[in-house]
């Protein structure tokens, strides 16, 4: 079967680093995919990888490593406004997308 | 940027009401719209793919007859969701595309039903 595994929760405090990561087990693979949630809200664009690397965007970077099946997430400099869910998706061979359930943000003062 | 509109954005509805969810590009063409369903603390689940002007393609396990999908021109989708019961109150969300490729969608706001 397909499968995205993040973490269900991480918290951080306003300021720091913090990594938020994605392993999946797709048929096939087109490309991986990062959002940003809130509450009550429709998922926002934050990242596309489908080459293996780190690919930069201001505060945002999300990192890919095919061959491990693996990404992350990095938020710098925290703000309150980064508490949200970050939801990992994977297109597969068939250019379906797969979702992982998201790992809820919280940001301390 | 491509911005999309949803409505209404909550619905609260009887048990055996149908209820319509629109969905519209608002200032670009979309070829091609996806209607998600998000419960609570879940993933967002892929329920159907409709192109203007054909019929929707359904998930597995998503039933056509009871999720109605009309893609009646580039700017409007409509989702019906039909004899509703309360195990259908749900986060329903819809995407819109350009050129029918997945790293082109662009959101909706979404819309919460609840159904008594």
């Known amino acids: 079967g397909q499968n995205i595994d993040q973490p269900t929760e991480m918290t951080a405090t306003e300021g720091a680093i913090v990594q938020i990561n994605c392993t999946y087990q797709t048929s096939g693979f087109n490309g991986l995919f990062w959002y940003q949630q809130h509450a009550g809200e429709a998922p926002t664009f934050l990242s596309y990888n489908v080459l293996d690397g780190l690919e930069e965007k201001g505060r945002f970077s999300s990192f890919l490593s095919r061959s491990k099946g693996y990404s992350y997430l990095l938020l710098k400099e925290l703000q309150m406004k980064d508490s949200a869910s970050y939801l990992c998706?994977?297109?597969?061979?068939?250019?379906?997308?797969?979702w992982g359930a998201g790992t809820k943000l919280i940001i301390k003062p | 940027g491509a911005v999309v509109s949803q409505h209404p954005s909550w619905v609260i509805c009887k048990s055996g009401t149908s209820v319509k969810i629109e969905c519209r590009s608002l200032d670009f063409q979309a070829t091609t719209m996806f209607w998600y369903r998000q419960f609570p603390k879940q993933s967002l689940m892929l329920m159907a793919t409709s192109n203007e002007g054909s019929k929707a393609t359904y998930e597995q396990g998503v039933e056509k007859d009871k999720f109605l999908i009309n893609h009646a021109s580039l700017t409007l989708s409509t989702l019906t969701v039909t004899s509703a019961h309360p195990e259908d109150s749900s986060f329903y969300i819809c995407?819109?595309?350009?050129?029918?490729?997945?790293?082109?969608?662009?959101f909706g706001p979404g819309t919460r039903l609840t159904v008594l």
């Open positions: 998706a994977v297109l597969d061979s068939n250019y379906q997308l797969i």
């Open positions: 995407s819109a595309s350009t050129s029918g490729d997945y790293n082109e969608q662009f």
